[in-house]
Structure formats: structure tokens, C-alpha cells
């Protein structure tokens, strides 16, 4: 199966500054690959699929890039309710797969 | 809008039996494929099942594969996993989840319901 590493595990940040989240894939998955923020109690929500491509009503401060094996999910302004979770996910073969995840906390 | 709403999760013994449903609104369920990904406590995400719209082919977990089926009835739009030869690694709550139209990330997510093997 493809494995996926995200990194840093924890990312202490201020409101206001970048957020850079990476995610390695252990092959190459061309542009499958999802993002998704995840509060406490709550469902992911889908930010970006394909690689760079904005989900439904998620704000231009979210953008991703990436192909083959390497992948970023940037947040160019971190506003306060951006603190959460952020997980990747392939689609690029079964089983589909995600990583072990990024906390964004706040700093 | 789109309404995903799972429900049948509780605490189970160690090899029983459990039923989870998903009940959608706000989208043509018959057009969907449909996912479930679970969750265990204070851990990461993990697929668990695939079903299309067509039902043609389903996909599973290996961790999952011969024990969960996964299954919908259109005309009721719901969505089901039965779960037989649970163990405590199946802890999770577990999330129902649309596929994106096109591609199989996750757009629209249930709010998750709790199951608990232990004895």
C-alpha cells in the first residue's frame, strides 16, 4: 500500500504568520492527493483534492501543490479558527490511504 | 444541503456483531459512491470501505477485508457496513463519506458514530 508521511508532526504558529504542511508519498501518485482539516468532535472537512484544487467554499488562503512524491499544503495567513488538524489522503491506488496527520497549534 | 447521519454504534463484545447505517439527504444518493472511514481514539483516519454508485465493485481495507460488508439501499438512501468478528482494534468511530464526484477523495461527511469492542 502507499504509505504517506506527513510533516511536522506539530507546527507551532501565531496567527497571522505562514503555514507550510509537507506530505511524502512512498510512490509516485502523480496528483491524487487530498487534504482535509479536522477539528475536535468534528468530521474532516475536504479542503483541497487533486493536489491544488479548492474544495467547495474553502477560502484562497488554503492552496496545495505537488506531484509524484511530494506535496504541500500551504495557509498563507493563519487565521484563528485554522488551529486544527490537517491530514492528506491518495486516491491514487487501493487502498486508499492517509497520513498520520499535522497539528497546527497555536504558538 | 447535503446531510449525512450515521447511526447503530455502541459497545460490542469481542467477536459479535454490529450493523452501522448512514441516511443521506440533500443529494441523488443513487449517483454516489459512498465510503466509510473510521477513526479510533486520539488516532489518525483510516479508509474502511467502497461501494459505487452501481454497486459493481466494492473495495475494503485488508485489516477489514472477509469480516465488513458494505452495502446501500437506494430507494431508502442508506448506506450500511455490517461489521461481524469485531475485535478491540475496531474501535473507531466510524464516518460515512460521499465521493467526490470524479475522484475518490471524501467531499461530505456524516458526523461519525461510536463503536467499542470490549468485554
Known amino acids: 500500500e502507499i504509505v504517506l508521511t506527513q510533516s511536522p508532526a506539530t507546527l507551532s504558529l501565531s496567527p497571522g504568520e505562514r503555514a507550510t504542511l509537507s506530505c511524502r508519498a512512498s510512490?509516485?501518485?502523480?496528483?491524487?492527493l487530498a487534504w482535509y482539516q479536522q477539528k475536535p468532535g468534528q468530521a474532516p472537512r475536504l479542503l483541497i483534492y487533486?493536489?491544488?484544487n479548492r474544495a467547495t467554499d474553502i477560502p484562497a488562503r488554503f492552496s496545495g501543490s505537488g506531484s509524484g512524491t511530494d506535496f504541500t499544503l500551504s495557509i498563507s495567513s493563519l487565521e484563528p479558527e485554522d488551529f486544527a488538524v490537517y491530514y492528506c489522503?491518495?486516491?491514487?491506488?487501493?487502498?486508499?490511504?492517509f497520513g498520520g496527520g499535522t497539528k497546527v497549534e497555536m504558538k | 444541503q447535503v446531510q449525512l447521519v450515521e447511526s447503530g454504534g455502541g459497545v460490542v463484545q469481542p467477536g459479535g456483531s454490529l450493523r452501522l447505517s448512514c441516511t443521506v439527504s440533500?443529494?441523488?444518493?443513487?449517483?454516489?459512491?459512498m465510503h466509510w472511514v473510521r477513526q479510533a481514539p486520539g488516532k489518525g483516519l483510516e479508509w474502511v470501505a467502497f461501494?459505487?454508485?452501481?454497486?459493481?465493485?466494492?473495495y475494503y481495507a485488508d485489516s477489514v477485508k472477509g469480516r465488513f460488508t458494505i452495502y446501500r439501499d437506494n430507494s431508502k438512501n442508506t448506506l450500511y457496513v455490517q461489521m461481524n468478528s469485531l475485535r478491540a482494534e475496531d474501535t473507531a468511530v466510524y464516518y460515512c463519506?460521499?465521493?467526490?464526484?470524479?475522484?475518490?477523495?471524501?467531499?461530505?461527511w456524516g458526523q461519525g458514530t461510536l463503536v467499542t469492542v470490549s468485554s
Open positions: 463519506a460521499r465521493k467526490l464526484d470524479g475522484y475518490n477523495h471524501f467531499d461530505y
Open positions: 440533500g443529494f441523488t444518493f443513487s449517483n454516489y459512491g
Open positions: 461501494i459505487p454508485y452501481d454497486e459493481v465493485s466494492k
Open positions: 510512490q509516485g501518485i502523480a496528483t491524487f
Open positions: 487533486d493536489a491544488s
Open positions: 489522503q491518495q486516491r491514487s491506488k487501493w487502498p486508499l490511504t
